[in-house]
Nanobody
Framework: QVQLVESGGGLVQPGGSLRLSCVASERLFSIRFMGWHRQAPGKQQELVAAISSGGIENYADSVKGRFTISTDNAKNTLYLQINSLQPEDTAVYSC?????????????WGRGTQVTVSS
């Protein structure tokens, strides 16, 4: 069973930066896209950044210009560089990898890493 493990979260002051990592326990094939989601307390989960198998990036409007998604295929790792953090970015950030050329697809999820932005 493939596992995704996130790291890199923490407590940071407004204006600060973090780099989140998501490591897959083994190489995945037939990847459709990889993404980062976040869920703040009392709010619905939202997709904040995604990258397709062809390398096309998409971002939620609220994070454009501040978040950058990237991959290191040799390390089976997905990254999310977060700059200019704001209190409203406080959330649990989870990575997701979708595989398959269906439907059906198969989704893999990590358990998440907490990001807290506070002075």
């Amino acid at each position: 069973q493939v596992q995704l493990v996130e790291s890199g979260g923490g407590l940071v002051q407004p204006g600060g930066s973090l780099r989140l990592s998501c490591v897959a326990s083994e190489r995945l094939f037939s990847i459709r896209f990889m993404g980062w989601h976040r869920q703040a307390p009392g709010k619905q989960q939202e997709l904040v950044a995604a990258i397709s198998s062809g390398g096309i990036e998409n971002y939620a409007d609220s994070v454009k210009g501040r978040f950058t998604i990237s991959t290191d295929n040799a390390k089976n790792t997905l990254y999310l560089q977060i700059n200019s953090l704001q209190p409203e970015d406080t959330a649990v950030y989870s990575c997701n990898i979708r595989t398959g050329w269906g439907p059906p697809y198969r989704d893999y999820w990590g358990r998440g890493t907490q990001v807290t932005v506070s002075s």
